[in-house]
């Protein structure tokens, strides 16, 4: 259902993604948003032996009024759901993330030394907190507050994610964390909720809230390791959108530095899923007079 193409096909979900880019094309202020999910069939091995990914992110703000200021980056995300507590059947604070190994721990530190740091990211998947019981619902609860208690909730972002703290709590079913360390579980999770653990949706807004090179406001979260600035990286980007040749290379060099070997030679395209989330500045201004003239 991550496939834009599944979805109209299917008619299945109450919400898709022309619905989606339908409500963003209303945003005033001449943004221009658009969300694609592409979905790439590729050899069962790719992710084992060279991606350690399940789907890649790329986000691409385009400013045709301020060029300096735009920029692109992509992340390859290893997905993990959260498993019930094999005891009690619930999704309590027993419950964990079980399907991390060493090895493929190992396999992720290796090419995040290729990638560079914060390349890969883990996609934690696991009931909203209205869905676990109502005991551990409250321990979830107590380390949010804890987490967001210092936070100053200030311009225009901070406003919104405070009015969103207030409407849902917080709650989300995908959290984006660091891949420096294997996920714990459920409460180790939300201990690091909000700091080196997001919401997927409060770590793309993260993206684009202004940057602390230009003002005191950092963004909402900017403590943890999840989320560092945002950065050119034109080699992820060439990996995560499925081109041969940067694949090619990665595949040899992870070879050099004690891969497994056994990666097929003809391997084309990674990860499997691609999420782009593209945000366009002066769009609708003619190409040759878009320019903001500062001079």
Known sequence: MLDADTQRAEESLPYNVDQLNADLAAVEDDLDFEV?????P???AMERYVSQSDFGLVLTYDNRILPAESWSTAYLVQAKRLFRNAHSGEYDERAGFHAVNSDQQTRIDRLSAI?????????LYCPQTA???DQTRMKVRAL???NLGDEIFDFAAGLALRDALLSSGGDSGIWLTSTEEKPRGLLGLHSEAFRSALPFTWFVIEHFTPRATHRAFAGLTRRGSILSESRENNRLKRIVTGEHQA???LIDELAKVGEDGEAPAMITVLPRHTITIKVTVGKSLPADTARAQLD
């Open 115 to 123: 990638l560079g740091k914060g390349a890969l990211r883990y996609g």
């Open 144 to 146: 949010h507050t804890r």
């Open 42 to 44: 590729h050899n069962t």
């Open 36 to 40: 694609t999910l592409d979905t790439y």
């Open 131 to 133: 869905s676990i019981p």
């Open 247 to 249: 694949i090619r290379e």
